[in-house]
DNA sequence: TAGTGGTCTAGACCACTAC
DNA sequence: TAGTGGTCTAGACCACTAC
């Protein structure tokens, strides 16, 4: 620690410090107990928390106290469907369709999914949980000539199986842009996580056969629970494209 | 907007509409005149700012004020020299050592590298800019057998021609995990970012022939200013590891 | 009811910039 | 020197929890 580091950091290098010999799911001393004890002021120990909070070591609960928290869990960036890769890992999988339009106009996604921008979208946003926990809030958009007669009750099972089987629509990869973005109060309440806590933001186009574009979807992962695996191949040339920055939100809210 | 939000969101949403209507680096009104107009304390007034600043839409300059954020740029996920990247992309790569050394033994990383724990590493860390410009810290591990000779000065090129031209070692895939990390003091000094800014903290293990490990590696790239871009195929099956969050930190301090 | 975290305030003082 | 962002304080009041 150095001498010209500021209160916050120092205070956040004595809880890093306290939280290592601390087991999972232990309760710290409140807020105004180390405020007083490390003689900061009660903002000041907050601040230093919420990066904790962020990085996934602690989580608070209101009224309740500040806890350790569990260790992160890493999402396999493969072209995989969500329930595939749940079950592969012993988990339950299920979703909850949270909003499902058809939209007269595809608008900015008409681009991206390659059709005249005047043809009718589907937009569809499920929170995806894991043993009834929520991990991902997802939005998919798809052509609604891809998938006539779809409707929201078709959508509690796995999309991609459905695609398959009754549109067969047969995704085989995609290519994803992954941003950190803050959530918005209705994301936080989703995912049952702070608002302006870190999300991985990811944002897929995906490929079936002969490279046509199946769907687009932009996907929300928890920062401080998540963490993502990827394979790294050789000379995968990516176009580099410069992108104005976002605050988050999947869907228009 | 709801009723029930916070002040901090109501505020921030303002900020964001005024932001829209404004071009890349033009200056916003101070903070403290935004706080006496909006009719909030200063405090509310920053906090809200903080979470543009994360997201990568406005930047604060000291003592000079806070400006519109240029647009991210987008880091290919590809197993591709930093050097070939860049130069791709027409800008100009180049690295500044911030640390050399050779540790007697591997440590932690031996089990990854897959070398006796008594075996001794080269560990170093690379300050990686294009055009002059910060974009990420990097620090590796290499068992110091496959890399005889290595020394400081060698490193100011591409490490992967390196690699092959001098030591026939081949990089061909490998493998990463993602997560979201804060900026310690001295990395927000390094890479120019602020103080527990958010950061991609991107951990590789790579491959040669024959499915050797050849080198460890941990980048910090900085979360406003960057996006990645990734390939994903179908079916690459990753083991799911559960892991214990971390606050960042690349190297040890 | 007592204790916890969540939000917000009004102000002080510092460090940096531009002149 | 005037204006900007950066840090920190001491306190108020609210919302939630556990009893």
Redesign the pocket.
Known sequence: MQAS???????RARLLQLIHSMDTGT???????L?REW?????????A?DELVVTGLVV???????FVARPKMAQPMAMQSFSDGMRERGLRPSSRVVEFRRLRRGGVQSRVLRIPANDPVVRFTRLRLADGEPIGLETTWVAAGRVPGLQQGDLTASWYELLAERYDSHILTGTSVIEIALATEREARLLEC??AGALFRIETTSYGQTGRVVDFGVDLFRGDRYSLMTERLPGLAVRAVARRPRLSSAAPA
């Open positions: 580091y500021s209160k916050v950091s120092a205070t309760t710290l001393p409140s807020e105004r107990e405020a003689n900061v002021a009660r903002m000041t120990l907050r601040r928390t608070r609960e209101h009224g309740r106290g500040t702070e608002p």
